[in-house]
């Protein structure tokens, strides 16, 4: 009877083994930015006493933690798991403009990463930016629709795709990077940027023909794009993606459901997520597969990586340590705010808001003397929201990160109208490129078709408002990077005259600014911009 028993038992075994699914657990996150130490409600650094209040979230320490805790588990039940990183970690804090990316291949080699997509501020210090990173981790950073191969410090070290092996299975890895990068970024001339969803497609194609049969779209292209890849590449069983900082799940203020599941180009329905920005969440995608290499299931949720998880010790001393000798610099205190001041995403992409009417009113003030009357700043430009009291030079940095200089030029009225519309050319994407101002008032019409969605608009003309005279010529200020071209201002670059792009640091303007302003500064907008 036993030896029946025994036979009986191997045979259901066998049978079970046959026929059993394998389950794929993705951890993964996006744009984290430079949030070393740990952030705000506001995404921006925290301060002792609010970390005190256990009021904060995220840092690489606590990210950490939450990383190794989930795959512990997961690898202790016997199930299969994976890190990614849908890029952008580069940009953010005093910690990248101190370390470079040397701090993020140290921290990402630490966690152990699987694998990451190149992000547009991967290229924020050109490609030999990237090459820090490249060079510093273990793992494949990838990046599928540019080509590489012109440019003497990439080429050879960026793959198209990746493969890993998990659990006995191929897992195959795809990935494209937003096709305006070198509008929003700097890879320079030797970069070439080929069609997203033409990549994706062959080398999806490709992985298939090595007998792929599992295969992820890591992206850093934003939301709208990933359902578009989701849908239009065949061979996808899943999309994870970046860019566009969006919230998925069932929280309040979330974009849509965690996955969001897509039909695709096979008839098959395809999830696509993204873990909003920052370290404040975590994402954790389950995706079930039959002994075919069908995806059968998936579901997930965004983990909020808030006080309740403890920072890991010895990657949170190895922030301190590094973080020792900005920090002087980052507790200078330079001005107090009575209320808030908001950079929402949301709002300073698509309509006047707080912190927009206070940096664009601080460069014009900054240069008024020289005679010119309007400002015009890139609302991507703005990385953080301020919270209320004092405000140190940390916070001011976090806001304004990338250390752009003032630039000051003259142009006709009809190249500013130009600029305002490429302002809202992309408004439905909430692209960076949104025009806060000063000196200026307009109104924008999201229904209208790109190129016609700006009206309005007048000028400062003593203490009245007067239409702009497109033949007129007016002094200008704005951010290198905008008059240098980028978020599509190729107007300026090309159009401007008595050009000088070599102002005090935009971060310094601020400070300078709010410190004139006063103790109690109360934070306001004024209807400059009116949204139809």
């Known amino acids: 009877m036993k030896r029946l028993l025994t036979s009986a038992g191997l045979l259901a075994l066998t049978a079970g083994a046959a026929q059993a699914d394998y389950v794929l657990h993705v951890l993964h996150i996006n744009d984290f930015h430079s949030r070393i130490e740990p952030i705000n409600a506001y995404d921006s650094t925290c301060d002792a006493e609010t970390e005190a209040k256990g009021e904060c979230f995220g840092g690489v320490a606590r990210m950490a933690a939450a990383i190794n805790a989930?795959?512990?588990?997961?690898?202790?039940?016997?199930?299969?798991?994976?890190?990614l990183d849908a890029g952008d970690q580069y940009q953010?804090?005093?910690?990248?403009?101190?370390?470079?990316?040397?701090?993020?291949?140290?921290?990402?080699?630490?966690?152990?990463?699987?694998?990451?997509?190149?992000?547009?501020?991967?290229?924020?210090?050109?490609?030999?930016?990237?090459?820090?990173?490249?060079?510093?981790?273990?793992?494949?950073v990838i990046s599928g629709n540019i080509d590489v191969s012109q440019s003497n410090v990439l080429n050879g070290k960026l793959q198209d795709s990746a493969v890993l092996e998990v659990g006995g299975e191929k897992i195959g890895i795809v990935?494209?990077?937003?096709?305006?990068?070198?509008?929003?970024?700097?890879?320079?001339?030797?970069?070439?940027?080929?069609?997203?969803?033409?990549?994706?497609?062959?080398?999806?194609?490709?992985?298939?023909?090595?007998?792929?049969?599992?295969?992820?779209?890591?992206?850093?292209?934003?939301?709208?794009?990933?359902?578009?890849?989701?849908?239009?590449?065949?061979?996808?069983?899943?999309?994870?993606?970046?860019?566009?900082?969006?919230?998925?799940?069932?929280?309040?203020?979330a974009a849509g459901p965690y996955p969001t599941m897509v039909k695709g180009a096979d008839g098959a329905q395809?999830?696509?997520?993204?873990?909003?920005?920052?370290?404040?969440?975590?994402?954790?995608?389950?995706?079930?597969?039959?002994?075919?290499?069908?995806?059968?299931?998936?579901?997930?949720?965004?983990?909020?990586?808030?006080?309740?998880?403890?920072?890991?010790?010895?990657?949170?001393?190895?922030?301190?340590?590094?973080?020792?000798?900005?920090?002087?610099?980052?507790?200078?205190?330079?001005a107090h705010t009575a209320a808030p001041i908001g950079a929402d995403r949301a709002d300073c992409r698509a309509r006047e808001c707080?912190?927009?009417?206070?940096?664009?009113?601080?460069?014009?003030?900054?240069?008024?003397?020289?005679?010119?009357?309007?400002?015009?700043?890139?609302?991507?430009?703005?990385r953080a929201s301020i919270d209320a009291g004092p405000v140190t030079m940390g916070e001011i940095i976090s806001v304004l990160p990338f250390q752009n200089t003032l630039a000051t030029f003259h142009t006709t009225g009809d190249t500013i109208l130009r600029a305002l519309e490429n302002g809202a050319s992309q408004y439905e994407e909430q692209a960076g490129r949104f025009a806060q101002v000063a000196g200026l008032k307009y109104t924008v019409d999201p229904a209208a078709p790109a190129g016609g969605r700006i009206s309005g608009v007048q000028v400062r003309q003593g203490e009245s408002w007067v239409?702009?005279?497109?033949?007129?010529?007016?002094?200008?200020?704005?951010?290198?990077?905008?008059?240098?071209?980028?978020?599509?201002?190729?107007?300026?670059?090309?159009?401007?005259?008595?050009?000088?792009?070599?102002?005090?640091?935009?971060?310094?303007?601020l400070a300078e600014h709010l410190i004139a302003q006063g103790p109690d500064y109360a934070p306001a907008t004024d209807g400059r911009i009116t949204v139809k």
């Open 270 to 334: 395809v999830p696509v997520a993204t873990a909003y920005a920052y370290s404040k969440y975590l994402g954790h995608l389950t995706l079930t597969f039959d002994d075919a290499g069908k995806l059968t299931a998936a579901e997930g949720r965004p983990i909020l990586l808030d006080a309740g998880i403890v920072p890991d010790p010895a990657i949170a001393a190895r922030v301190a340590e590094m973080g020792a000798p900005i920090e002087e610099l980052k507790q200078k205190l330079v």
């Open 467 to 509: 239409p702009i005279d497109p033949a007129a010529t007016y002094g200008v200020v704005t951010n290198n990077y905008v008059r240098n071209g980028g978020d599509g201002y190729a107007m300026f670059r090309t159009e401007a005259t008595d050009v000088y792009d070599f102002g005090p640091d935009l971060a310094d303007v």
């Open 175 to 253: 990935s494209a990077l937003a096709m305006d990068t070198p509008e929003t970024s700097s890879p320079g001339p030797a970069v070439i940027f080929q069609d997203d969803i033409d990549a994706l497609k062959a080398d999806a194609q490709a992985l298939a023909d090595r007998g792929v049969d599992k295969i992820i779209a890591l992206t850093h292209s934003g939301y709208g794009r990933d359902r578009d890849f989701a849908a239009q590449v065949p061979g996808l069983d899943a999309v994870v993606g970046g860019h566009s900082h969006t919230l998925l799940g069932d929280m309040k203020g």
């Open 70 to 83: 989930e795959r512990d588990r997961i690898r202790g039940e016997g199930g299969n798991v994976i890190v």
């Open 354 to 382: 707080q912190m927009g009417t206070l940096v664009a009113d601080a460069m014009l003030d900054r240069v008024r003397d020289q005679g010119v009357t309007i400002a015009i700043q890139n609302g991507g430009g703005l």
């Open 92 to 140: 953010g804090s005093l910690f990248y403009t101190t370390y470079k990316g040397r701090e993020v291949a140290e921290f990402m080699s630490a966690i152990g990463f699987d694998a990451m997509a190149v992000g547009n501020h991967e290229f924020d210090d050109g490609p030999d930016g990237l090459v820090t990173l490249l060079d510093g981790v273990g793992f494949p």
